[in-house]
């Protein structure tokens, strides 16, 4: 059974500050794996997607990593700001279409001013 | 262009009572899915459907049910109302795994 985990499970860090965040997936075969946002009482907005066959992709100040043979991801923020405080998830996909996504539990960041 | 959208966004129970999560999408998604979200525990994955017609069981799907008339609809049927279904749930929806998937923004559920 796939599992994914994140830590830290929370991080508070000051504005400017770049940080990286960390997902692990037990099994190597997924299709591929998407960093998403989800403020207080919200949604979850997708931020980065990366296929199994990819190594990264970038997008403004973020940047996400795939290792898929290790079954490691990490999530990269650059020069932090406040609004970049949330819950940061990440999840794998099992299936082709991915209508089975696995989601870690995520990780709260706080961007202190 | 809507994307996904979930009705109602707050709901309030009694144990026993049944009712419906609306999930729309206007995006001509093949791929759609309804997932809760619990302290704790993350997103658990309740049903899927991957076209119309087609449905299937995710990680926790006892207690709900779901059909898939159309390629639009998704709609979530909870048959008897539990507190232990008191949740956040999810509907979500993507054309494949290259394009990833788009969630709408959520049904708050209480069963009292």
């Known amino acids: 059974k796939q599992e994914v985990t994140q830590i830290p499970a929370a991080l508070s860090v000051p504005e400017g500050e770049n940080l990286v965040l960390n997902c692990s997936f037990t099994?190597?075969?997924?299709?591929?794996l998407q960093w998403f946002r989800q403020d207080p009482g919200k949604g979850l907005t997708s931020l980065l997607l990366i296929q199994s066959s990819q190594r990264e992709q970038t997008s403004g100040r973020l940047n996400a990593s795939l290792d898929k043979s290790s079954g490691r991801s990490t999530l990269y923020i650059a020069a932090s700001q406040p609004g970049d405080s949330a819950t940061y998830l990440c999840?794998?996909?099992?299936?082709?279409?991915?209508?089975?996504?696995?989601f870690g539990k995520g990780t709260k960041l706080t961007v202190n001013p | 262009n809507a994307g996904v959208t979930q009705t109602p966004k707050f709901q309030v129970l009694k144990t026993g009572q049944s009712m419906t999560l609306q999930c729309a999408q206007d995006?001509?998604?093949?791929?759609m899915s309804w997932y809760r979200q619990d302290p704790g525990m993350g997103l658990r994955l309740i049903h899927y459907?991957?076209?119309?017609?087609?449905?299937d069981q995710g990680e926790v799907p006892n207690g709900y049910n779901v059909s898939r008339s159309t390629t639009e609809d998704f709609p979530l049927r909870l048959l008897s109302a539990a507190p232990s279904q008191t949740s956040v749930y999810f509907c979500?929806?993507?054309?494949?795994?290259?394009?990833?998937?788009?969630f709408g923004s959520g049904t708050r559920l209480t069963v009292v």
């Open positions: 999840a794998v996909s099992t299936q082709g279409g991915s209508e089975k996504l696995v």
């Open positions: 099994d190597s075969a997924i299709y591929n």
């Open positions: 979500a929806s993507g054309l494949s795994s290259l394009y990833g998937y788009t």
């Open positions: 995006m001509n998604h093949e791929y």
């Open positions: 459907s991957v076209g119309a017609g087609i449905t």
